[in-house]
């Protein structure tokens, strides 16, 4: 499938991060393996374990992808739906983005860059590029096609990365409320 080829990016890095957790893991006795790997019931790790100001970096670059995404759609689809779908992720990725911000601030957590938000970021500035070259109905499906896959893949990371990892009750009640927004969007 093409359209997860584009998107491989985002998942390589969350993969590539897992990996090295699993291999620490897999070296270090169970007790002893700290910080370094989510798990589940069956003591397989989930995904890489990222601190909170990771996770603020991660939801940032996250939504400034979606956002410049839909700048780009606004810029070069005609088409009423396309573009009424390309407000609608930046006003909701926006919205997001300031709700984050504010509680990082009031919570004292500063963003920390990391591979994964710069993975984000890079994959999705290489997209931007692919489909703005594009025109009419083959811009209009290319860029649906990649909000398909980018919040898949957005979900993906909430569901093996950021809520396994997350620590602070305020900022995981964000991400909790978040995710279904995420999700609705795919509808």
């Known amino acids: 499938m093409p359209i997860l080829r584009r998107g491989t990016p985002?998942?390589?890095?969350?993969?590539?991060?897992?990996c090295t957790a699993a291999d620490d893991a897999a070296e270090t006795p169970r007790a002893a393996a700290g910080?370094?790997?989510a798990t589940v019931e069956s003591d397989k790790p989930v995904g890489p374990r990222v601190t909170d100001a990771d996770i603020v970096a991660i939801v940032a670059?996250?939504?400034?992808?979606?956002?410049?995404n839909a700048a780009v759609a606004r810029e070069h689809s005609r088409e009423a739906v396309v573009l009424e779908f390309a407000q609608t992720m930046a006003d909701a990725h926006t919205a997001v983005n300031g709700q984050a911000t504010a509680l990082a601030t009031r919570l004292g957590v500063t963003?920390?860059?990391?591979?994964i938000s710069a993975g984000i970021a890079r994959a999705q500035e290489l997209e931007r590029t692919r489909i703005a070259a594009l025109s009419g109905a083959e811009f209009d499906r290319a860029y649906l096609d990649n909000e398909v896959a980018?919040?898949?893949q957005v979900i993906d990371a909430f569901d093996q990365v950021l809520l396994p990892s997350v620590t602070n009750p305020e900022l995981k009640t964000?991400?909790?409320?978040?995710r279904p927004a995420v999700a609705a969007h795919l509808q």
Do not use: F, G, K, V
């Open 35 to 37: 910080p370094d790997s």
């Open 111 to 115: 963003a920390r860059e990391n591979e």
């Open 150 to 152: 980018y919040h898949m």
């Open 61 to 68: 670059a996250a939504n400034d992808a979606d956002i410049r």
């Open 174 to 178: 964000l991400l909790e409320q978040t």
């Open 10 to 18: 985002l998942l390589l890095a969350l993969s590539l991060a897992a």
